[in-house]
Structures are given as structure tokens and as C-alpha cells.
């Protein structure tokens, strides 16, 4: 018989499932807000319309999917074959009528729920490899989509914004980028407070001794942190007053 309920019981894993659910409903009700004609129009990334950016989070379904395969039967299958591949892909995927556009983003979504939601309990800690080449637990997978829902949302430049994001999404998110700046070095004297949260916040180059301090609510931090404009952004110490700079890059 097949199962109809998740075979995790682990709660912190029971959790991101919800978020990536509740970001893929997000997705949908915002791409089920776009008629045929307005799909043409342009996104919020340059050289993409919203097909490109609808393509995209349908094949990175079946991406991921791919993944917990993978963890599944131990039998190696990568996200993408390589980023030509994938690239291509996203091309081809942005040139399908807008029916069959929506039934890759529907279709590949219930698949990868299905995969999820019948993965035995302990592969969820088998090891698969992300198209970055990062070797991770099956568990990742549930960020990875999260993540490319959510923002992705926003994306399609018809209505949603950060703050439609849940917190715990953006905190882990801004850790995420953060985490990749300061590996990479590109934070150097810059200090990241983020000033509506109950807990403190502050990311970046915590040590400079006179740091530009970019300051605002989690989801203006976010949003710029993910080079997506400065509104609702400060820059307050030793920079007071200038222009907000553009975050380093994070991907
Ligand atoms: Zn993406």
C-alpha cells in the first residue's frame, strides 16, 4: 500500500516541509494570478520573463526530485546532466504554450511532493550532491526548494514581496548569504543589523572596528542581501547617510 502521510517523524524536518509546501501554494496562487499574455512580461531577473523564471522552478522540481531518487535507491542521478544543460532547458522550457508551462510547474511540483512525502525515514540522511557539487543529507533538499519558491514568488513581479516570506524563512535565507560572503571574504567591513526581529541580528564583518552598517526590518535586508534593490534599507555608521551600497554577490 502506499503511504499518504510523510514516513519522517523528525519534527525540524516535518517543519521545512511545510515551508516548502506553503511556498510552492505561494507560487502557484501567484503564477494562477498571471493570465496567458502577461507570462511574456518581464521579471525581476534581467534576461528573464516570467516563463523563464515558471521553467525554471518546474524543472528544479524535477531536479530535486532527481535528488531524493537518489536517496532513495542509491543509484547516482545528478540535479543536471551540467549547467549548459540546465540553462538550455530553462530556454526551451520558456517557449512552451502557457497550458503546457503551467503543467510543468503543476506536475513537477506533485511529483516532488510524492518523492518526499515517500522517502523512508532514514534516507532522509543519505548523501546526495547539489548542482554546486555540495555533498549534503536528502534533508537539504527541503531548504533548496524552499528557498527557490519563495523568492522565486517575488520574482514574478506581480504582487508578492519579502514581506509575504515567512521569518524563518528569510533568517535562514540571510544566514545562507551571509555565510557565503564572509567564506568568500567579500563582507570586510560590513555590518548587517536587522532591527525588527525580537532576537538581535547582526551579520557580516562583526569585528570592523568603524564597519557600514546596513540597517532595516528582515525582509529589506533580505531582499537587498539577494541584490533586489535597497528599499526600506539604511546604511548608518560610519557610511551614515550615503548611498545603500549593493550586497556582494551570493551566488
Ligand atoms: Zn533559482
Redesign the pocket.
Known amino acids: 500500500m502506499v503511504a499518504r502521510a510523510d514516513q519522517t517523524t523528525d519534527p525540524v524536518l516535518l517543519e521545512g516541509l511545510l515551508q516548502a509546501r506553503r511556498g510552492t501554494a505561494f507560487f502557484a496562487r501567484k503564477l494562477n494570478e498571471l493570465s496567458d499574455a502577461d507570462l511574456d512580461g518581464d521579471s525581476l531577473l534581467p534576461g528573464w520573463t516570467r516563463r523563464h523564471v515558471t521553467a525554471?522552478i518546474g524543472y528544479?522540481a524535477r531536479a530535486i526530485a532527481r535528488l531524493i531518487e537518489w536517496a532513495a535507491t542509491g543509484v547516482e542521478t545528478p540535479m543536471y546532466a551540467s549547467t549548459s544543460v540546465r540553462d538550455h532547458e530553462i530556454n526551451f522550457g520558456a517557449t512552451l504554450p502557457p497550458i503546457a508551462l503551467r503543467h510543468l510547474f503543476d506536475h513537477s511540483a506533485v511529483h516532488l511532493n510524492v518523492e518526499w512525502r515517500d522517502l523512508p525515514a532514514e534516507a532522509w540522511h543519505h548523501k546526495v550532491k547539489t548542482a554546486q557539487g555540495r555533498i549534503v543529507p536528502a534533508e537539504e533538499t527541503v531548504w533548496m526548494r524552499t528557498r527557490?519558491v519563495w523568492v522565486?514568488a517575488v520574482d514574478l513581479d506581480n504582487g508578492a514581496t519579502f514581506n509575504d516570506i515567512p521569518a524563518p524563512v528569510l533568517t535562514r535565507l540571510l544566514k545562507d548569504i551571509t555565510g557565503a560572503w564572509h567564506t568568500r571574504g567579500t563582507d570586510t567591513g560590513l555590518l548587517i543589523r536587522v532591527t525588527d526581529q525580537p532576537d538581535a541580528m547582526t551579520f557580516g564583518d562583526t569585528g570592523a572596528a568603524t564597519p557600514t552598517v546596513i540597517s532595516g526590518p528582515l525582509a529589506a535586508i533580505t531582499q537587498w542581501a539577494t541584490g533586489r534593490g535597497t528599499q526600506g534599507v539604511e546604511v548608518l555608521g560610519s557610511s551614515a547617510g550615503s548611498p545603500v551600497p549593493a550586497a556582494p554577490k551570493w551566488i
Request: aromatic share 0%; hydrophobic share 0%.
Open positions: 525554471h528544479n527557490e522565486h
